[in-house]
């Protein structure tokens, strides 16, 4: 395959892809299908805002966000049937019964481990020795700024780990796993080995629950934009938010089958921030995974992290033992 350039990347040689947004179909239908589809997103984003905003303090609470996110996300199923984004993604059985082994996993075993080593445990101790009185000049902003601030200091934090995960290789062997999902789902974004489930879930989103209507506001950006990485529906997707925000088209290609289209689209909502660093391409792919799109099974994934590791190791050490040279990974 040639490829096509964007900046001094080759994207496509291995897997085909699609880039520029001129290039992605369209919804098709009549115009009422052509309206949901395309002011969806948008609609659900400020109605969320609308509702933390003014909601009462009796129902402003982590109880009521659980409830809210279950339910958005069962809406976003039944639209992954009535518009697929593609008919190869679409939800079996077997891909549904895996998944909601890995929705139960991290709600269970994930949570409880980070509560007592995780980014929970930390931001814990830092709080109970923390001078709140600094934080004064953040308080006293306008609630809905202390949400977007909020959103993006956490979400500047998982573009690094993310962007850690793909260039060292310690890290890369736990998120790998990740990346053998072949195709996008409601809940394909809980699938992963459980040390990389760990370490994306560590962020500063918790030090901010002082903050509790600030923070649900915050919440509530993350599951009207971050949600629909991990989603098989067609969308019309408005200008404005293709370029602030992240898409299911840009996810798509962070899992793409093609090498160099898997080095982009790192944050987890606001796309700006991978426009900043100069690791955006908009566009969409798929044909997803690794090694040609090997689906891996439970087992496979729960292990891999750990023999691979062993495997590097032996091989590493072996070499350095027989005095030949050992490879460096390129960047």
Known sequence: MDGVRVGKRLIGTQAPVTVGWENIPRVEGGPVKQFVFTWFQPTMLFALILFWYYAPNSIAKAS??????IGFKVVLLALEWVNPRYESWRLTWKEAATDLFYVGLTYTLVRMV?????????????????????????TGLPLLVQALLISFIVDFGQYWMHRGMHNWYPLWLPHSVHHYIT?????????????ELFLIGLGLDGFFNFLPRAALLAGAFGLAIGTYQHINV???TPRW???????????????SQDYESTRCNYSGTFIFIDRLFGTCIDGEAELLGMEGGRRMS???????PFTEGWKSIRERFGRERSGEPVAVPAE
């Open 114 to 138: 980070d509560n007592y080593i995780g980014s929970d445990a930390v931001i814990d101790a830092v709080q109970h020795n923390f001078n709140w009185d600094k934080l004064a000049w953040f």
């Open 298 to 304: 439970i087992r496979e994934q729960m292990t891999y």
């Open 234 to 236: 067609r969308f019309n």
């Open 183 to 195: 195709q996008l789902n409601i809940n394909k974004g809980a699938v992963g080995n459980p040390v």
């Open 64 to 69: 009521t966000a659980v409830g809210i996110g």
């Open 241 to 255: 938010w293709r370029f602030l925000f992240n898409t299911t088209e840009h996810h798509s290609l962070h899992h």
